[in-house]
């Protein structure tokens, strides 16, 4: 009896302290998202790199807590809308809930320019051509296998208006493929940038980095070819197609 009791309370103890030890991992990094993102890129870029129009139409992918659908919200005015959209899995977020969002939207008073919807990325609900604006902040990284990575800036591209933009936030070593792919579907690459430590995910080896893309299809269609030389892009006018 007393090797049983014995077991079972060092089961309970090692139970508690591995519950523990998760939570506090998922709340640090909760902490370091909301960090990147409500304090260090994305009031930059949207303070010095972005012009917002108050009219503009926006959509926010994986939207989760709202943090950047939030800060877009603030810039509009009542003639734009915000939309953010996601699975509302916990796995990818701790505590991602449509209600918990919905309720911080109505919280700050923002219900008459944005909302929300439960959509997958890899397959947006929505109309061609229809936002001025994609952003997509520590979002894309969970999506897997690489080809559903590319599904999601296939439609992200679909639904982002000729000179829209899309802006990536994230992290998982994905920034060269995606750079790759965006410029092979035709964008303009006007900001890429990788942070340094302030913005590691889980030490130097998981960055954090911003993509801003242009859609424009102008390169393409004068017969332009993106190459890749010492880690820049340059267009060099080479063959028709």
């Given at each position: 009896?007393?090797?049983?009791?014995?077991?079972?309370?060092?089961?309970w103890?090692?139970?508690?302290?591995?519950?523990?030890?998760?939570n506090?991992?998922?709340?640090k990094?909760?902490?370091?998202?909301n960090?990147?993102?409500n304090?260090?890129?994305?009031?930059?870029?949207?303070?010095?790199?972005?012009?917002?129009?108050?009219?503009?139409?926006?959509?926010?992918?994986?939207?989760?807590?709202?943090?950047?659908?939030?800060?877009?919200?603030?810039?509009?005015?009542?003639?734009?809308?915000?939309t953010?959209?996601?699975?509302?899995?916990?796995?990818d977020?701790?505590?991602?809930s449509?209600?918990?969002?919905?309720?911080?939207?109505?919280?700050?008073?923002l219900?008459?320019?944005?909302?929300?919807?439960?959509?997958?990325?890899?397959?947006?609900?929505?109309?061609?051509?229809?936002y001025?604006?994609?952003?997509?902040?520590?979002?894309?990284?969970?999506?897997?296998?690489?080809q559903?990575?590319?599904?999601?800036?296939?439609?992200?591209?679909?639904v982002?208006?000729?000179?829209?933009?899309?802006?990536?936030?994230?992290?998982?070593?994905?920034?060269?493929?995606?750079?790759?792919?965006?410029?092979?579907?035709?964008?303009?690459?006007?900001?890429?940038?990788?942070?340094?430590?302030?913005?590691?995910?889980?030490?130097?080896w998981?960055?954090?980095?911003?993509?801003?893309?242009?859609?424009?299809?102008?390169?393409i269609?004068?017969?332009?070819?993106?190459?890749?030389?010492?880690?820049?892009?340059?267009?060099?006018?080479?063959?028709?197609?």
């Amino acid at each position: 009896m007393y090797i049983v009791l014995t077991s079972f309370l060092i089961f309970w103890i090692i139970s508690v302290y591995s519950k523990k030890k998760k939570n506090t991992r998922i709340f640090k990094q909760f902490k370091k998202v909301n960090y990147i993102i409500n304090y260090f890129t994305f009031p930059y870029l949207m303070d010095i790199v972005l012009v917002i129009p108050e009219d503009s139409i926006i959509l926010d992918l994986g939207t989760g807590h709202g943090l950047v659908l939030i800060k877009f919200a603030s810039k509009i005015s009542s003639e734009g809308h915000v939309t953010g959209i996601d699975l509302w899995k916990n796995r990818d977020q701790s505590n991602n809930s449509f209600k918990s969002t919905q309720q911080l939207l109505q919280e700050k008073n923002l219900e008459n320019r944005s909302d929300l919807k439960t959509a997958d990325m890899i397959e947006l609900p929505f109309e061609n051509k229809k936002y001025d604006f994609v952003t997509a902040s520590m979002a894309i990284h969970n999506i897997k296998p690489k080809q559903n990575r590319y599904k999601a800036l296939d439609e992200a591209t679909r639904v982002l208006k000729t000179e829209g933009l899309l802006i990536i936030l994230d992290t998982g070593n994905h920034k060269k493929e995606y750079l790759s792919y965006l410029i092979a579907l035709g964008y303009r690459i006007k900001y890429a940038k990788t942070y340094g430590i302030i913005g590691w995910w889980t030490g130097p080896w998981m960055s954090s980095y911003a993509i801003i893309a242009e859609k424009n299809y102008d390169m393409i269609e004068k017969g332009y070819l993106i190459i890749w030389f010492n880690k820049s892009f340059f267009p060099s006018k080479i063959r028709t197609f």
